[in-house]
């Protein structure tokens, strides 16, 4: 059974940084095409980094210099490392698992900014 646990997420204030982790089991970890998203209340989900099997990265362009997702394919787990917090980014963060039609979700930790 594939699980994904994500873990990191807390209050940070303004300006803050945070480093979300995901750690996975019950699969073949350096095959999948891994991901964060995120929800905020009343949105939808978005992506916000994706990270392919070989470690090439990809950024939506609100956190493009500002996040960086990274992985440790022997540890099995997903990063994303969040400097410069602004409110916008508040939200539940989600890991995702991707893999041919294999697609795997997390429980998602929660983000808050506050000063």
């Known amino acids: 059974q594939v699980q994904l646990v994500e873990s990191g997420g807390g209050l940070v204030q303004p300006g803050g940084s945070l480093r979300l982790s995901c750690a996975v089991s019950?699969?073949?970890?350096?095959?999948?095409?891994m991901a964060w998203y995120r929800q905020a209340p009343g949105k939808q989900r978005e992506l916000v980094a994706s990270?392919?099997?070989?470690?090439?990265?990809n950024y939506v362009e609100g956190v493009k210099s500002r996040f960086t997702i990274s992985k440790d394919d022997d540890k099995e787990v997903l990063y994303l490392e969040m400097n410069r917090l602004q409110p916008a980014d508040a939200a539940v963060y989600y890991c995702n698992a991707r893999f041919g039609v294999a697609d795997h979700w997390g429980q998602g930790t929660q983000v808050t900014i506050s000063s």
């Open positions: 019950g699969t073949f970890f350096s095959l999948y095409a």
């Open positions: 990270i392919s099997p070989g470690g090439t990265p």
